[in-house]
């Protein structure tokens, strides 16, 4: 089992960049696909972004694709979103989550561990 903690986040301007982490406790991590997820005020957890525990595959939501990069580090127990061109819509309590499981899975009920949640706030 792991516990994760979120942190990076912050008030950006639109156009601007954040790099959000999340630090992983446990010697399992690198058995866990790893995901983003948001939630905006009033709406939905969507999912963001994943990678698998190797980190050799990626999966995007259309909404970030181009935009957010996703990418671990197994030696630091922690993986990371880089999210560049941020738009006011981006604005949301991110997440990150870990699936126990190979691929790149992209719903949340995939994802047994969850973190506290960071604060991404987009102004325009």
């Known amino acids: 089992q792991v516990q994760l903690v979120e942190s990076g986040g912050g008030l950006v301007q639109a156009g601007g960049s954040l790099r959000l982490s999340c630090a992983a406790s446990g010697r399992t991590f690198s058995s866990y696909a790893m995901g983003w997820f948001r939630q905006a005020p009033g709406k939905e957890r969507e999912f963001v972004a994943t990678i698998s525990w190797s980190g050799d595959r990626t999966y995007y939501a259309d909404s970030v694709k181009g935009r957010f990069t996703i990418s671990r580090d197994n030696a630091k127990n922690t993986v990371y979103l880089q999210m560049s061109s941020l738009k006011p819509e981006d604005t949301a309590v991110y997440y990150c989550?870990?699936?126990?499981?190979?691929?790149?899975?992209?719903?949340?009920?995939?994802?047994?561990?969850w973190g506290q949640g960071t604060q991404v706030t987009v102004s325009s």
């Open positions: 989550a870990a699936a126990p499981q190979s691929g790149v899975p992209s719903t949340d009920r995939q994802y047994y561990t």
